[in-house]
T-cell receptor, first 108, second 112 residues
Framework: DAKTTQPPSMDCAEGRAANLPCNHS???????VYWYRQIHSQGPQYIIH???NNETNEMASLIITEDRKSSTLILPHATLRDTAVYYC?????????FGKGTRLSVIA | EPEVTQTPSHQVTQMGQEVILRCVPI?????FYWYRQILGQKVEFLVS????????KSEIFDDQFSVERPDGSNFTLKIRSTKLEDSAMYFC??????????FGPGTRLTVL
């Protein structure tokens, strides 16, 4: 089973920041936090990952709390194309275990 | 983003028939994976392949499944005797490190 808890759905206005929360209170010291998304029936798409420091790339920012028990994925300026299911996954050197994720709907 | 190509995009087969799904990673990565997603359900891990050997497999990956990399490039998933419940999207993924995986577009398998 997935080691993360995410809200089932969220809405975000186009152009605004989308903040997607994730709880992972049982994360181990060697496990990373990964975020993927799946648009419709396409293959999951890697977004970002981190261990304990905040991370930023061209797609998103990842904020991990100091105790590493939760994190937030931030899409700074959401567009309609960001409508997707977003998965927060905790993994070490193990296969990815997908949960149900958060269905983000970006609204015009 | 590194690409993964999967063929065919859609495969229709009769129950009991064998199917082979193919994955062609574009660049040289060492880790390969197969996942499946039954319609409306979660993405499920099937098997991981590292250095031309199975490194890990799930309970789903039973004796009817096999994987190989026959020509050092293509990565195949074979289902020996398909069942109705094998109908799903099958995704291949590859990685340099195990967590950052790049997925293909998937093969939709329909078993009749």
């Amino acid at each position: 089973d997935a080691k993360t808890t995410q809200p089932p759905s969220m809405d975000c206005a186009e152009g605004r920041a989308a903040n997607l929360p994730c709880n992972h209170s049982t994360i181990s010291g060697n496990e990373y936090v990964y975020w993927y998304r799946q648009i419709h029936s396409q293959g999951p798409q890697y977004i970002i990952h981190g261990l304990k420091n905040n991370e930023t790339n061209e797609m998103a920012s990842l904020i991990i709390t100091e105790d590493r028990k939760s994190s937030t994925l931030i899409l700074p300026h959401a567009t309609l194309r960001d409508t997707a299911v977003y998965y927060c996954i905790v993994a070490g050197n193990t296969p990815l275990v997908f949960g149900k994720g958060t269905r983000l709907s970006v609204i015009a | 983003e590194p690409e993964v190509t999967q063929t065919p995009s859609h495969q229709v087969t009769q129950m009991g028939q064998e199917v082979i799904l193919r994955c062609v990673p574009i660049s040289n990565h060492l880790y390969f994976y197969w996942y499946r997603q039954i319609l409306g359900q979660k993405v499920e891990f099937l098997v991981s392949f590292y250095n031309n050997e199975i490194s890990e497999k799930s309970e789903i990956f039973d004796d009817q499944f096999s994987v190989e990399r026959p020509d050092g490039s293509n990565f195949t998933l074979k289902i020996r005797s398909t069942k109705l419940e094998d109908s799903a999207m099958y995704f291949c993924a590859r990685a340099i490190t195990s967590g950052t995986q790049y997925f293909g577009p998937g093969t939709r398998l329909t078993v009749l």
